[in-house]
């Protein structure tokens, strides 16, 4: 499984990034789906997830109703719409993947995902 992240930038405040995962060399379809972040000087954090097959999608209390986790079947990537952007959202963003359907209580724990893609860099400017 690979999975690679990209669509960071440098964006101002209030602004909004769409940010992508390109996921290959499995079927999804069974797969839990996730983004987490690391901001320099701190441990890397739940940003979003959901199951790749539908169903609820879990937010950081820091980021829902501003954030939104998608995946397209047809393309194999994860999407994370990150919207009123504040500048202590800057992060390296990764996207992860659990080969398996994981309950809505543990899709928070980095530790349930095996695969992770490289870091996209997110930076907020006031």
């Known amino acids: 499984v690979q999975l690679q992240a990209y669509g960071g930038g440098v964006v101002q405040a209030g602004g909004s990034l769409r940010l992508s995962c390109a996921a290959s060399?499995?079927?999804?379809?069974?797969?839990?789906v996730a983004w987490f972040r690391q901001a320099p000087g701190k441990e890397r954090e739940f940003v979003a997830a959901t199951r790749w097959s539908g169903g609820s999608a879990a937010y950081a209390d820091s980021v829902r109703g501003r954030f939104s986790i998608s995946r397209d079947n047809a393309k194999n990537t994860m999407y994370l719409q990150m919207n009123s952007l504040k500048p202590e959202d800057t992060a390296a963003y990764y996207c992860?993947?659990?080969?398996?359907?994981?309950?809505?209580?543990?899709?928070?724990?980095?530790?349930?995902?095996?695969?992770w893609g490289q870091g996209t860099l997110v930076t907020v400017s006031s």
């Open positions: 060399g499995r079927t999804f379809s069974s797969f839990t």
């Open positions: 992860a993947a659990a080969s398996r359907g994981l309950i809505f209580s543990m899709f928070a724990r980095s530790s349930e995902y095996g695969y």
